[in-house]
Nanobody, 123 residues
């Protein structure tokens, strides 16, 4: 059973950078698609970025494209977040699964989740 643990969240000012990390344990994640999702208060969890390890393909939500970069180093998934905006304030979750391509942005397609880390961006 894969376990995921996020770290790196915090409170920053608009324009600053943060780097989120997700450490995986309990099994290899090399066969999984892994990604980041976020949840605003009172809203459903939404797609941020995903890395398909088969082929190394990356996908980004339009709202973060050009500002966020997803990467993976062995068992650690990272999300480098630059030029942060107040609207990026949310709880960020790491996830792993084996979604089909047409479902790759759907949280329902992932079955391993971390506990989440809060990112707060002040204006």
């Amino acid at each position: 059973q894969v376990q995921l643990a996020e770290s790196g969240g915090g409170l920053v000012q608009a324009g600053a950078s943060l780097r989120l990390s997700c450490a995986a344990s309990g099994g290899s994640t090399s066969a999984y698609t892994m990604g980041w999702f976020r949840q605003f208060p009172g809203k459903e969890r939404e797609f941020v970025s995903v890395l398909r390890q088969s082929g190394g393909y990356t996908y980004y939500a339009d709202s973060v494209k050009g500002r966020f970069t997803i990467s993976k180093d062995k068992q650690v998934l990272n999300l480098q977040m630059n030029s942060l905006k107040p609207e990026d304030t949310a709880v960020y979750y790491c996830a792993a699964g084996r979604p089909i391509l047409s479902n790759i942005q759907s949280p329902d397609a992932y079955y391993y989740w971390g506990q989440g880390t809060q990112v707060t961006v002040s204006s």
